[in-house]
């Protein structure tokens, strides 16, 4: 689903964010990134949703150079990638259905399509009693979980996680966590960027590491890591 | 595509009026300085009409004194025949004026003179059209002529006037469009700031590009459309309630091809207006 072949990205002011990463993720997979702040794990995310290209090597989704896609073809890139904040960036004028609804007609989805599949999706992250209501008016567990709704209401192949839990209690992190779990479980590769120590421990998904930009550890079924759990 | 027409139309609609004071002040700019451009090109336009006109008539006229005796007047006349700077001249008498007169010129401002008032005159040609004022500058002082006119002289004048007005009016109306554009830029400009969120998300769920730009985009050409309109209407309403001299008067074919013009640089400048704030501000 998703290949890095000896990716490399220096920002402008030279510090290298990714060293020579070759890694592959298949379909289906359920992926945490770890590692400190500036490890290079929000580039990663960047680069997958090719907000950013890499300065050397290639990376491979569904089988395609992500590099080579001129430009226009971009945002039918992104239909086919979810993405989900620390901050969930929802809109605050819209409600909860809009705001979930907004994500399917910017793509120019049929109003049958927006009316059948917002409802269905508010139902499975378990809002569809607070579809009119706005985003303030919510938990920060629920605007977490309208903003999963809206990341996977196209049904992407592939979902990414930026710190989704970064601003969440435990409780909520956990039910954030067994809807990603679910989402995974249809299919979806969920790529997942976090510091929650507690977390990765317990889920026993594949743990790969980063520190100052190289992977330091490609691990299926593992922990975070006495190392990298000490820069935190 | 009848779901995009939907949400297009609606942001447009609510950028318009989320930035309502600025676009009234965007769309009365452009409608002032169009107005401007609509004015001189219809000036420019009677202009040349009201010289073709008076090109194939005379283009001296002696006008006699009502008074002057007949000797006068057969010495002038002896005299326009024999000069060389004169192809020919054609005698006007009292009723003859007077007839060109009532034609010419509005009722209310011939009802309170008679044929009996009214000058004679010889309309000559002369020679070369250039020569004009010589035969004008010859024969103003000779005994019983009241004046002599030269119309080409006349038209050469009020065409220099003319072009002086129409200099001036088309320098402001570019400045003042200069300042519209700049002004539709700018709400544009606003407009996007206001709804960065929402290009942020559009742009992360994967909108393209021009779904993004297009309500954008739509927003100045409105601006300028309705701007362009209002001028439209003042244009128009000039031409209708305060024609110029009779003379001047212009079909409204020339009134169509005017306003077509003026709402073409309206709708025109909205969209340059708006293209460039989101070359420079739409960050997609």
């Not at chain 1, 499975?124 to 709704?149: C, F, I, Y």
């Not at chain 2, 009026?17 to 700019?29: C, G, I």
């Not at chain 2, 073709?52 to 010495?75: H, I, K």
């Not at chain 2, 640089?265 to 704030?277: D, F, K, Q, R």
């Amino acid at each position: 689903m998703i290949r890095f072949e000896n990716v490399g990205k220096t920002y402008p002011n030279g510090t290298p964010a990714l060293k020579d990463i070759n890694l592959d993720i298949e379909k289906g997979e359920f992926v945490f990134l770890v590692g400190a702040s500036g490890s290079g794990k929000t580039t990663f995310l960047r680069l997958l949703l090719r907000e950013e290209l890499p300065d050397s090597g290639r990376i491979l989704e569904a089988g395609r150079d992500i590099g080579e896609l001129p430009k226009w073809r971009v945002p039918y890139l992104r239909r086919n990638i979810g993405c989900v904040f620390q901050d969930f960036r929802l809109l605050p004028n819209k409600t909860v259905y809009e705001n979930v609804a907004f994500a399917l007609e910017v793509i120019g989805r049929p109003r049958s399509t927006v009316e059948s599949q917002v409802p269905q999706i508010l139902e499975l992250v378990g809002l569809a009693d607070k579809s009119n209501n706005l985003p303030s008016e919510l938990s920060g567990g629920e605007q977490q979980r309208v903003a999963v709704a809206r990341a996977f209401v196209n049904r992407p192949l592939i979902l990414l996680a930026d710190e989704p839990t970064g601003n969440l209690d435990p409780a909520n992190s956990e039910s954030i966590m067994s809807l990603l779990e679910r989402i995974n479980r249809t299919g979806t590769t969920v790529v997942m960027a976090t510091h929650d120590k507690a977390l990765v421990d317990r889920m026993r998904r594949r743990v790969i590491v980063l520190d100052k930009g190289e992977m330091v550890r490609d691990q299926v079924r593992g922990v975070y890591g006495v190392d990298e759990g000490a820069h935190r | 595509m009848r779901v995009y027409f939907r949400y297009a139309f609606r942001e447009t609609i609510s950028n318009l009026w989320r930035n309502r004071m600025m676009t009234l002040a965007a769309v009365l700019t452009v409608a002032v300085s169009l107005s401007l451009v609509g004015s001189a090109l219809l000036l420019k336009q009677s202009a040349a009409q009201a010289s073709v006109a008076w090109q194939t008539g005379t283009r001296v006229t002696v006008w006699m004194n009502p008074t002057a005796s007949q000797g006068e007047l057969d010495a002038v006349r002896t005299q326009l025949a024999d000069s060389p700077l004169v192809h020919r001249c054609v005698f006007f008498d009292q009723a003859r004026d007077y007839k060109e007169f009532l034609a010419s010129l509005p009722p209310s401002e011939t009802n309170v003179l008679t044929a009996a008032d009214m000058p004679t005159s010889f309309r000559c040609e002369p020679t070369i059209p250039a020569d004009a004022f010589i035969v004008e500058s010859t024969f103003k002082n000779q005994p019983g002529v009241y004046d002599v006119t030269a119309p080409e002289q006349q038209i050469r004048q009020m065409n220099h006037a003319i072009r002086i007005l129409q200099i001036v009016f088309l320098a402001l109306a570019g400045v003042l469009l200069l300042s519209a554009t700049v002004l539709i830029l700018n709400t544009i400009r606003m407009a996007i700031f206001a709804r960065r969120r929402e290009v942020s998300v559009m742009k992360l769920v994967g909108a393209t590009n021009w779904f993004i730009r297009i309500p954008f985009i739509t927003e100045g050409f409105i601006q300028g459309l309705l701007g362009s309109l209002v001028a439209a209407l003042a244009v128009t309403a000039l031409h209708t309630w305060y024609p110029l001299h009779n003379e001047f008067a212009l079909n409204n074919v020339a009134l169509l091809g005017t306003n077509a013009v003026v709402i073409g640089v309206g709708v025109l400048i909205g969209s340059v207006g708006s293209a460039i704030a989101i070359r420079r501000f739409l960050d997609v």
